[in-house]
């Protein structure tokens, strides 16, 4: 049996984890798109989030797709 993944703790960890465990590309439109979930309350992929993971996380979540937001506005990905 496999251990579950480690929740990320800092950006870093969080990006290799999306860009390379996952393999999903931080486009400027999936960054919005999951932005606009997290900061949506009534999101239900959200609400599980804020139930398993706590407001810490959440808001880590959203500070960090933000940065990400702004490191690809600065690439002109």
């Known amino acids: 049996?496999?251990?579950p993944a480690p929740i990320p703790e800092?950006?870093?960890?969080?990006?290799?984890?999306?860009?390379?465990?996952?393999?999903?590309a931080l486009t400027p439109r999936?960054?919005?798109?999951?932005?606009?979930?997290?900061n949506d309350p009534r999101d239900y992929h959200t609400q599980?989030?804020?139930a398993h993971?706590?407001?810490?996380?959440?808001?880590?979540l959203?500070?960090?797709f933000e940065r990400?937001?702004?490191e690809s506005t600065r690439q002109g990905a």
């Open 10 to 24: 800092d950006y870093t960890e969080w990006r290799h984890c999306i860009t390379v465990a996952c393999g999903i």
């Open 48 to 50: 599980r989030l804020l």
């Open 30 to 38: 999936y960054i919005a798109t999951r932005l606009q979930a997290l």
């Open 53 to 60: 993971y706590g407001q810490d996380h959440h808001r880590r």
């Open 1 to 3: 049996m496999h251990a």
């Open 62 to 64: 959203i500070a960090w």
């Open 68 to 70: 990400a937001a702004r």
